[in-house]
C-alpha cells in the first residue's frame, strides 16, 4: 500500500463508488423480510399454503448459495461493474414481477429472481471495495454491512402500513426505486470511466481445488458449516414466520408483528458490530458459540411457554442468536493461515451452510401443516440451536485449516 492510499481522503475521485457501494448494499436484504408480514393480503387475492410460504422462505439462501458460486463464472468475460450492472436490472426485474404477480407462481418466479441478482451481488461488493478502497477496506465494509443491516429491519417495519394504504402489491414493489436508485451511479461508471477488462481487474477469488478437496475431509470446516448453517437455517425460518408465529400465539396484530420482526433483523446489528471485535480478543471463542445457542433457547422457550407475556423480549433474544453468522466470519479468517486457506474454507462454510439453512423455512412450514401449531416447529429450531453446541467445541481449537 502506498502512502498515497494511506492518506487519501474517502470521498476523493471516488463519490459515485461510495454511494454506488452503499446503494447496492441497500438492495441485498430488501426482498428478504418484505413478504412475511402482509401474507394475510396476499392469501386474501390468492392461495399459498404453509408449504408455499415455506417454500419462499428457503429461496434467499438457496439463489445466495447457487449465483454465489456462478459469480466468479459471470465475472470472467465482463467487468465488475458489468456485471453488477446486470445483477442490478435482475433484481429489479424480480422486484416488478413480485408486485405484478397475479398468482403464487409469478410471486415464486419473481423473488426467485431477486434474490439471484442480490446472491451475485453478495459476491461482488467485497473486491468492489478492494478495486476503489484499497487504503478504507475495512472503514468501508463496515459501513456497507451495517446499512445492509438496516436494509434487512426496514421491510418489516413499513410492509403491513403501506399494504394497508395502497396495497400489498406496492408494498412489494416499491422497493424496485431502491434498485433503480442503485443502477444510477454504477451505469455512470460504466460509460464514463470504463472500468478494467476482466483479465486486469481485481478478481473474484475462487478455492483452489487441492485445497476444497482436503476441506470436504476436516472436522474444523465441517464444524464451521454446522455453525453457519444453524445461524441461516434460523435466521431464514423466522423472516418467513415470525410474524404469523406470534400472530398466532400472542395474538399481535399484523402491524406489530411487523414491527416484531424488524425488531429480530435489527439485533443483527449490534451483534455484527460487537462479535468480531470480541471474537479476535478471546482465547476461548467456543462462550460465543454458546452465547448464541443459549440466546437462541431462552428466546424460543419464551414463546412456547408465555408467548403473550415480554413477546419483544423472546423475539429480541432469538434475534441475537443469529450472532453466529458474523462469528461465522470472522473465524473463516481466524482459524486460516493462508489466504488460498481462507477463500476454500469460506466458499465450504457458506455453500454448505446456506444449502442446509434453507430448509428452515420449508421444516416449519411443513411441522406446521401437520400440527397445526407451533410448539413442534419451534422445539425442532430449537434442537437445531443445540447442534451449533457441539460444533462449538471444535470451532473452539485454535489449530488453523492448513496444520489439521
Not at 447496492?24 to 392461495?47: D, G, H, Q, Y
Not at 451481488?121 to 456497507?144: C, E
Not at 416447529?377 to 485454535?398: D, H, I
Request: charged share 10%; net charge positive; hydrophobic share 60%.
Amino acid at each position: 500500500m502506498t502512502t498515497g492510499q494511506a492518506t487519501r481522503p474517502l470521498w476523493h475521485g471516488r463519490a459515485v463508488a461510495l454511494l454506488g457501494i452503499l446503494l447496492v448494499a441497500a438492495n441485498l436484504r430488501t426482498a428478504v423480510a418484505a413478504l412475511s408480514p402482509i401474507f394475510s393480503e396476499i392469501r386474501a387475492e390468492f392461495p399459498v399454503s404453509a408449504v408455499g410460504v415455506g417454500l419462499l422462505g428457503m429461496l434467499p439462501p438457496v439463489c445466495f448459495a447457487l449465483f454465489g458460486l456462478l459469480a466468479p463464472i459471470f465475472t470472467r468475460r465482463l467487468s465488475l461493474e458489468t456485471v453488477l450492472l446486470i445483477a442490478l436490472g435482475v433484481m429489479l426485474t424480480g422486484h416488478v414481477l413480485r408486485a405484478t404477480a397475479g398468482s403464487f407462481a409469478v410471486l415464486a418466479i419473481g423473488s426467485a429472481v431477486t434474490f439471484a441478482g442480490m446472491g451475485v451481488g453478495n459476491v461482488l461488493l467485497p473486491p468492489l471495495v478492494k478495486r476503489y478502497f484499497p487504503d478504507r477496506i475495512g472503514l468501508v465494509t463496515a459501513l456497507y454491512a451495517t446499512v445492509m443491516s438496516v436494509s434487512t429491519l426496514l421491510p418489516p417495519l413499513v410492509a403491513v402500513p403501506v399494504a394497508d394504504a395502497a396495497g400489498w402489491h406496492v408494498s412489494v414493489g416499491m422497493w424496485a426505486l431502491m434498485s433503480v436508485l442503485a443502477i444510477l451511479p454504477w451505469l455512470r461508471i460504466v460509460i464514463t470511466h470504463r472500468p478494467a477488462h476482466p483479465a486486469h481487474d481485481v478478481e473474484v477469488e475462487e478455492a483452489d481445488r487441492s485445497l476444497v478437496a482436503r476441506v470436504w475431509r476436516s472436522g474444523l470446516a465441517w464444524a464451521m458449516a454446522v455453525v453457519f448453517a444453524v445461524s441461516s437455517l434460523n435466521a431464514y425460518a423466522m423472516f418467513a414466520w415470525l410474524p404469523q408465529i406470534v400472530h398466532d400465539v400472542a395474538g399481535t396484530p399484523p402491524a406489530e408483528s411487523g414491527a416484531l420482526l424488524s425488531l429480530y433483523a435489527g439485533m443483527g446489528i449490534p451483534a455484527g458490530l460487537l462479535v468480531p471485535l470480541l471474537a479476535a480478543r478471546m482465547r476461548n471463542v467456543a462462550l460465543l458459540v454458546y452465547a448464541g445457542v443459549a440466546f437462541f433457547l431462552v428466546g424460543y422457550a419464551g414463546l412456547i411457554v408465555v408467548p403473550g407475556t415480554a413477546t419483544w423480549l423472546w423475539v429480541a433474544l432469538a434475534g441475537l442468536g443469529p450472532l453466529l453468522f458474523p462469528l461465522s466470519l470472522v473465524l473463516i479468517n481466524v482459524r486460516t493461515r493462508t489466504h488460498a486457506g481462507s477463500v476454500a474454507l469460506s466458499g465450504f462454510t457458506q455453500g454448505l451452510g446456506y444449502t442446509l439453512g434453507a430448509l428452515g423455512p420449508l421444516a416449519v412450514g411443513v411441522l406446521h401443516e401437520l400440527t397445526g401449531g407451533w410448539t413442534v416447529p419451534l422445539l425442532v429450531l430449537t434442537a437445531t440451536a443445540l447442534a451449533a453446541a457441539a460444533a462449538g467445541a471444535v470451532v473452539a481449537r485454535p489449530v488453523a485449516l492448513e496444520d489439521r
